[in-house]
């Protein structure tokens, strides 16, 4: 259970840094735009709010890394951000798109669920 746990916690980490990535540098690109679904002159207008998200989803990511190089005295590392990660999907999915419920809180609580199941 405990493979399983950091498992998922490093896909999470992972998914957080292709976020990071979207918004702080392909955030103009296509790539970028079609992922938001914004047109161009939506991401221009954006570009400096969409890099500090990214730097934001970057500071989640290191602190999931952080927690899983702890091994298992890492646990309230982990715990506290997936707990942020659970937390920002859960206000994401209320006021921008319910897809981020589905892409950002549900890992999160697997992984939490998983952590302490371990």
Known sequence: MQTAAYIVIGLIGVLHVYILVLE??????????????????????????AANQGLYNGFLAAGLFWGLSLGAAG?????????????????????????ILFIQAVPAAIGLALLYLA
């Open 24 to 49: 702080m540098f392909l955030w103009e690109k296509p790539a970028g735009r079609r992922a938001f679904g914004m047109s161009a002159e939506m991401a221009k207008s954006t570009k400096t709010l």
């Open 75 to 99: 646990k309230e590392v982990s715990t506290f951000f997936l707990l942020c990660v659970l937390i920002a999907g859960i206000y994401g999915a209320a006021t921008a798109s319910r897809k």
